[in-house]
């Protein structure tokens, strides 16, 4: 790893104050910012509003990295998935899902995931490391420069490999750093954070200046259910967790966002619907339904159409807004559940769990 300091990884007061030290100007760090985070350049020497003094001495004492495409496939319903080699040699997996109805980024924040949910491919990897916060914000003009889309807006959920909140600073520097004005302007109205619900964490989010939409994976309507399928779980139960989202600062209009993985036999049932139901009462919530999207080594099925439309329907005769997630890029594994990369090692419930805590 190289010694130098890595432009990519600051946000713009600090690369100004990098930039101090290096004979700039507050107005060159605006310069950079753009160049790096607007436009997907990270040649210094193709910056070229910068003098050639700066440059010149830029080239010698600092780096800007960028996850490097190592793989890219489309699906047949347009959905790429792109393999992200990293400066360590570490990989990861990011998807573009046009048309959602609006273009979206999925994003990873772990290399790999600690919450070991039994029916998710990811969580069979077990944590690796976190990703910094250039690497997150990294993903995104990635993703932007390979679609064509740098100029264009476009939806970011925080839903791929990893845990958003297990790697909280990491996360929320990296909006922080996607919203500036001088990169990419993403609006938090823009950006979705899917999390199983670390309820300290939650309640560090409520006071956040800069708060995305937030979405909640809840997959189970009882503690027992959810501890087999979510071992985080048994550290922060349905009712903290439910409690910690009716404290939650709304906008008006806003909702949280309940997903929730059917399972063919587990927890698909009338009793399931309505046990969910009177769980989200006095919270401003809409349900997402997903059903599984199968793969080896998951010991679960998809339900049936039928199953799933009954589900809804009860939630519906109740007043529960309610979705059915339509599965995209199934057949390139890069639907939900599905991103693994080789490489993760499998730890025990127990080492989970203790990474979970710190």
Not at 47 to 67: C, F, G, K
Not at 220 to 237: F, G, H, I, M, S
Not at 258 to 272: A, H, Q, R, W
Request: positive net charge; aromatic residues 4%.
């Amino acid at each position: 790893m190289t010694p130098h300091p890595d432009l990519a990884e600051l946000e713009l007061q600090e690369l100004e104050a990098a930039l101090a030290t290096r004979g700039g100007e507050p107005f060159h760090a605006r310069q950079m910012y753009r160049w790096i985070h607007k436009r997907g350049v990270t040649d210094i020497d193709k910056m070229t509003d910068l003098s050639r003094t700066l440059r010149a001495r830029l080239r010698e004492d600092v780096e800007i990295s960028t996850p490097a495409i190592v793989g890219d496939e489309q699906s047949v319903d347009g959905t790429r998935k792109l393999v992200l080699q990293l400066r360590d040699g570490r990989r990861i997996e990011s998807v573009f899902i046009p048309d959602t109805p609006a273009m979206t980024f999925c994003i990873s924040t772990q290399v790999g995931c600690a919450m070991a949910c039994d029916f998710c491919l990811t969580g069979k990897m077990g944590l690796v490391r976190h990703l910094t916060a250039g690497e997150i914000a990294g993903q995104v003009r990635v993703l932007a420069a390979a679609t064509g889309m740098l100029d264009t807006s476009f939806n970011i959920v925080l839903m791929g490999m990893g845990e958003p909140l297990h790697n909280y600073d990491n996360t929320m520097k990296a909006l922080r750093m996607l919203h500036s004005t001088y990169g990419l302007a993403v609006s938090p109205r823009r950006v979705t954070l899917s999390t199983v619900g670390i309820v300290p964490a939650l309640e560090r989010l409520g006071r956040e200046a800069l708060m995305p939409n937030l979405a909640i994976s809840l997959h189970a309507t009882t503690d027992e259910q959810r501890t087999a399928l979510v071992p985080p779980n048994r550290k922060y139960p349905l009712a903290a967790i439910l409690d910690a989202c009716r404290l939650f600062p709304l906008k008006n209009r806003s909702r949280i966002t309940f997903e929730y993985v059917m399972l063919d036999g587990v927890n698909d049932t009338p009793d399931d619907a309505r046990r969910l139901v009177t769980l989200l009462n006095g919270i401003k919530a809409k349900v997402n339904l997903i059903p599984l999207n199968p793969a080896p080594g998951i010991p679960y099925d998809r339900p049936s159409d039928d199953r799933v439309d009954r589900f809804a329907q009860i939630l519906a005769d109740r007043h529960i807004t309610v979705s059915v997630r339509k599965s995209r890029g199934r057949d390139i594994r890069a639907a939900c559940g599905q991103l693994i990369v080789e490489g993760g090692t499998k730890k025990t419930a127990a080492q989970q769990m203790a990474l979970l805590i710190k």
